[in-house]
């Protein structure tokens, strides 16, 4: 594999992190854009669409530049340094992901160009209270009409599904709650009669809803894919998500190690500065070893997103996010205890990344998640 980047996707990464050293350079920019309604600044959201971050991994067919997930890891790397709080993951990713792979002609005219141009948002609504980790446990119903579909349940967790415009929503159309056939997706207008949305902050600084669904009466062509079918296509996107994921950790961790390693150079006890004590230094190159292990696996798992076999893509991807996760919780866990009580207060980033982190590594499954993944597998395949 090739992991250098080609010239087009380095002026990428460049244009990107100008962009963010802009918008995120001064913490304070960061609670700014958290104070919008929306919990992100629409202006800085429309700067995305202007440099075509938001069009990037759709087809010229579609809308987009046609960019891959080399691309995405790009951005997503970025928005890990800098702290983003734009709903990238949750519209692009996720939500465009679910329209550029399984999404109708009419699905893909409708909603993609407005996502290119910042003009539409949307959440992936799939976390129910019971079902952890297991895409599969849905007990959201969707039961046919005459004239279309009626969903009736309630979702928990929806990555920015306070203030996103449309929700790719997982339900039952057949079968019991753990079968892994009979789920289906559909796009509900955030607006529609029956949907009621409570959002409210993380602690990470995004934001997340509990959703309601009352007798949503939607048509025929609120499907997204094939009727009962539903799973196949979420654990493909959900694959392309965890590949963003990783790349997000590794650029919140290069920073939160280059944080530490200021600290550790301007901190003085007993006359000298920190940085100078072996031990220290040894934990420090702990956290450089753990990072530079993280980014070959985010990497690896950028080029394993667009396999279209699952028996080869699903355990490389769980196997990259298994060790990203470990490396992010020795970052954390060494950035915190190498600052002191410093890191833990609001006005300081270092506690920020640490809580980034945190997230990123139990969304979508915690390490044992993955870990049980490369094990039902049999490991990697030669094919990875």
Known sequence: MDFDLTEEQRLLKESVDRLMADAYGDFEKRKHHQDNPQGYSPKLWSQYAEMGL??????????????????????????????AVEPYLATVVLGGGFLRLGGSAAQQE??????????????????????????FDVATTARRTDGGWVLDGAKSLVLHGDSAQHLIVSARTAGQ??????????????????????????????????????GVALPADALLGAEGEGLALMERVVDVALAALCAEAVGAME???????????????FGVTIGSFQAVQHRAADMLVALEQARSMSMYAAMMA????????????????????????LI?????????GI??????????????LTMLVNQFGETDTHLRVVAAAGGLSEAA
């Open 306 to 329: 667009e396999n279209p076999d699952p028996a080869v893509r699903r355990p490389a991807i769980a196997a990259a996010k298994a060790l990203v996760n470990r490396s992010a919780e």
């Open 332 to 340: 954390g866990k060494e950035a915190i205890q190498l600052h002191g």
């Open 54 to 83: 938001l069009g990037l991994p759709f087809s010229e067919e579609q809308g987009g530049f046609g960019g891959g997930a080399v691309e995405t890891m790009t951005v997503m790397e970025a928005i890990g340094r800098g702290l």
């Open 110 to 135: 409708a909603l993609i160009p407005g996502i290119a141009e910042g003009s539409t948002t949307l959440a992936f609504a799939q976390i129910e209270r019971q079902s952890r980790d297991d895409l």
């Open 177 to 214: 709650r753990r079968d892994r056939d009979g789920i289906s997706l559909f796009v509900v207008p955030a607006d529609a009669q029956g949907v009621s949305r409570r959002g409210y902050p993380t602690q990470d600084g995004l934001r997340a809803a509990e959703v309601l669904l009352e």
């Open 343 to 356: 890191a833990m207060t609001m006005e300081y980033k270092a506690g920020h990344y640490f809580k980034r």
């Open 255 to 269: 920073a939160l190690h280059e944080l530490t390693l200021d600290y550790l150079k301007q901190r003085k006890q």
